[in-house]
T-cell receptor, first 116, second 113 residues
Framework: DAGVIQSPRHEVTEMGQEVTLRCKPISGHDYLFWYRQTMMRGLELLIYFNNNVPIDDSGMPEDRFSAKMPNASFSTLKIQPSEPRDSAVYFC??????????????FGPGTRLTVL | GESVGLHLPTLSVQEGDNSIINCAYSNSASDYFIWYKQESGKGPQFIIDIRSNMDKRQGQRVTVLLNKTVKHLSLQIAATQPGDSAVYFCAENKDNQGGKLIFGQGTELSVKP
């Protein structure tokens, strides 16, 4: 299995621009998570989905952030408009409730976002 | 201005020594715990997990100990190697929260050759 795939790996944009981050979870996994990691706040859960349905979005910072999961193999995290304080590494992770230890989350390589 | 960031706890060990990384968790109702390893420039990677009905679980060169009385988790790495240098995170889950994990701030392990 290729693991969780994220794109792009690096994104540099200017303040005010729209940014879209993409994630392909491991095939067969029914949970998908979006995290943000910064030196200031560590690893924060933004939102997670179960069977493509958003379950908990309490970690989404504000209305500028939105996430979708149109099907089991694809999710997006969008920031519009972006701000310099959004600069961080964004991780996508997936897990399967069918496994023995169903909470083991598999992380992608992350997208390093820099907003100038 | 001066930036303020997280000051991760740091553990420095000599190659070949054993390492012990500690973690205090917050929720007495949590029933599942995981240790993750994050190398520079990579996503967190699963190391070992333990359910709350166990006190100890062993893997290859790693052991996790759980003390529910004081809500403490530890990761022991035997014969630490330079490749073990990374940031280590503990995470907890409460069963009725579905797949949601709550991550600790992490500990940076530095292995001196």
């Amino acid at each position: 299995d290729a693991g969780v795939i994220q794109s792009p790996r690096h994104e540099v944009t200017e303040m005010g621009q729209e940014v879209t981050l993409r994630c392909k979870p491991i095939s067969g996994h029914d949970y998908l998570f979006w995290y943000r990691q910064t030196m200031m706040r560590g690893l924060e859960l933004l939102i997670y989905f179960n069977n493509n349905v958003p379950i908990d979005d309490s970690g989404m910072p504000e209305d500028r952030f939105s996430a979708k999961m149109p099907n089991a193999s694809f999710s997006t995290l969008k920031i519009q408009p972006s701000e310099p304080r959004d600069s961080a590494v964004y991780f996508c992770a997936s897990s399967s409730s069918a496994t023995r230890y169903y909470n083991e989350q598999f992380f992608g390589p992350g997208t390093r976002l820099t907003v100038l | 201005g001066e930036s303020v960031g997280l000051h991760l706890p740091t553990l420095s060990v000599q190659e070949g020594d054993n390492s012990i990384i500690n973690c205090a968790y917050s929720n007495s109702a949590s029933d599942y715990f995981i240790w993750y390893k994050q190398e520079s420039g990579k996503g967190p990677q699963f190391i070992i997990d333990i359910r709350s009905n166990m006190d100890k679980r062993q893997g290859q060169r790693v052991t996790v100990l759980l003390n529910k009385t004081v809500k403490h988790l530890s990761l022991q790495i035997a014969a630490t190697q330079p490749g073990d240098s990374a940031v280590y995170f503990c995470a907890e889950n409460k069963d009725n929260q579905g797949g949601k994990l709550i991550f600790g701030q992490g500990t940076e392990l530095s292995v001196k050759p």
